[in-house]
C-alpha cells in the first residue's frame, strides 16, 4: 500500500493529443487498479494550454499577475473535474468535490483512496501544488506527469543534442529549472522552481515522466523502475 500523489499536466487533455479520450480512460484503469490494491491517490490536474490562452487573451486587459493567475486557476479546476466525473464514473471512490486547499485535500485523502484537485491560490502552480500535497500527505513521493521523457539540461526542441537525465539530486535540479521564484501567470517549465525547493527542503522523491504515456504513470505510481528522471536528495 502506498500513498502517491500525481501532478498532471493539463496538456494532456488537449484535443490535438492523439487518442486523448483513450489516454483518459487508461488513466482510469490505473487509477482504478491501484485503489484495488489500497493505494491512496492525489491528483492534482494542470491548467494546459487552455490557462495560457484565457491568460494571454486577458492580458492586454490586466495587469496584476494575481489577478492573471486566477484565470488558469480556473482551467485548472475545470481539467479537475474531468478526471474527477470520470473516475467516479468509472466507479472509483473520490472525493465528491474539488479541495482548493492542500489541508483540505489532505483531509478528504483520509476519507477516500483518491482526491483530484487542481490548482489552489495565485502565485502556487499545480507542481507546486502537487508537492505540497506530497508533503503534507506524507506520500511516498510525488509523480510530474509531463508531456517530455525525461529532464534535460536544455530544452531539447531548441537543441535536439541536449543531455537528460535519469537521476538527478534536488539540488542539481534547481539549478537547471533556476531560482526558487513565480514567474509570470501561465509560464511553462518542466517542473516549477519554488515546488522543487519545497521538495528539497522535504527530500520527497519526484519522479518526471512523459505521461502521455500511462504505463510510465503506473509503474511510477506501484514504484517499478520507469522510463523518465528520478529525484532525489543527495
Same mark, same amino acid.
Request: hydrophobic share 40%; aromatic share 2%; charged share 25%.
Given at each position: 500500500m502506498a500513498t502517491v500523489i500525481a501532478a498532471i499536466g493539463g496538456s494532456l487533455l488537449r484535443p490535438e493529443i492523439e487518442e486523448r479520450h483513450a489516454w483518459l480512460e487508461g488513466l482510469v484503469s490505473v487509477i482504478r487498479d491501484r485503489v484495488s490494491m489500497d493505494d491512496r491517490i492525489g491528483i492534482v490536474v494542470g491548467g494546459g494550454a487552455p490557462a495560457r490562452e484565457g491568460i494571454e487573451l486577458a492580458r492586454p486587459l490586466i495587469d496584476n499577475e494575481g489577478h492573471l493567475d486566477k484565470i488558469g486557476i480556473a482551467a485548472t479546476r475545470l481539467n479537475a473535474t474531468i478526471v474527477r466525473e470520470a473516475l467516479s464514473d468509472a466507479g472509483v471512490s473520490v472525493s465528491g468535490t474539488i479541495p482548493t486547499r492542500v489541508d483540505e485535500a489532505v483531509l478528504l485523502l483520509e476519507e477516500r483512496p483518491v482526491v483530484v484537485m487542481g490548482g489552489t491560490t495565485p502565485g502556487h502552480t499545480t507542481d507546486a501544488v502537487a508537492i505540497r500535497f506530497a508533503i503534507a500527505s506524507g506520500a511516498d513521493r510525488c509523480i510530474i506527469a509531463t508531456n517530455v521523457p525525461k529532464v534535460y539540461e536544455e530544452d531539447p526542441r531548441e537543441n535536439p543534442e541536449a543531455e537528460s537525465h535519469d537521476f538527478l539530486t534536488h539540488d542539481r535540479l534547481q539549478e537547471i529549472v533556476g531560482p526558487a521564484e513565480h514567474s509570470r501567470a501561465g509560464a511553462s517549465q518542466i517542473v516549477d522552481p519554488v515546488g522543487v525547493?519545497?521538495?528539497?527542503?522535504?527530500?520527497?522523491?519526484?519522479?518526471?515522466?512523459?505521461?502521455?504515456? *500511462?504505463?510510465?504513470?503506473?509503474? #511510477?505510481? *506501484?514504484?517499478?523502475?520507469? *522510463?523518465?528522471? *528520478?529525484?532525489?536528495? #543527495?
Amino acid at each position: 500500500m502506498a500513498t502517491v500523489i500525481a501532478a498532471i499536466g493539463g496538456s494532456l487533455l488537449r484535443p490535438e493529443i492523439e487518442e486523448r479520450h483513450a489516454w483518459l480512460e487508461g488513466l482510469v484503469s490505473v487509477i482504478r487498479d491501484r485503489v484495488s490494491m489500497d493505494d491512496r491517490i492525489g491528483i492534482v490536474v494542470g491548467g494546459g494550454a487552455p490557462a495560457r490562452e484565457g491568460i494571454e487573451l486577458a492580458r492586454p486587459l490586466i495587469d496584476n499577475e494575481g489577478h492573471l493567475d486566477k484565470i488558469g486557476i480556473a482551467a485548472t479546476r475545470l481539467n479537475a473535474t474531468i478526471v474527477r466525473e470520470a473516475l467516479s464514473d468509472a466507479g472509483v471512490s473520490v472525493s465528491g468535490t474539488i479541495p482548493t486547499r492542500v489541508d483540505e485535500a489532505v483531509l478528504l485523502l483520509e476519507e477516500r483512496p483518491v482526491v483530484v484537485m487542481g490548482g489552489t491560490t495565485p502565485g502556487h502552480t499545480t507542481d507546486a501544488v502537487a508537492i505540497r500535497f506530497a508533503i503534507a500527505s506524507g506520500a511516498d513521493r510525488c509523480i510530474i506527469a509531463t508531456n517530455v521523457p525525461k529532464v534535460y539540461e536544455e530544452d531539447p526542441r531548441e537543441n535536439p543534442e541536449a543531455e537528460s537525465h535519469d537521476f538527478l539530486t534536488h539540488d542539481r535540479l534547481q539549478e537547471i529549472v533556476g531560482p526558487a521564484e513565480h514567474s509570470r501567470a501561465g509560464a511553462s517549465q518542466i517542473v516549477d522552481p519554488v515546488g522543487v525547493s519545497e521538495a528539497n527542503i522535504s527530500k520527497m522523491t519526484l519522479n518526471i515522466l512523459d505521461g502521455r504515456d *500511462v504505463g510510465l504513470i503506473r509503474s #511510477a505510481i *506501484v514504484g517499478d523502475e520507469f *522510463v523518465g528522471t *528520478v529525484v532525489r536528495g #543527495a
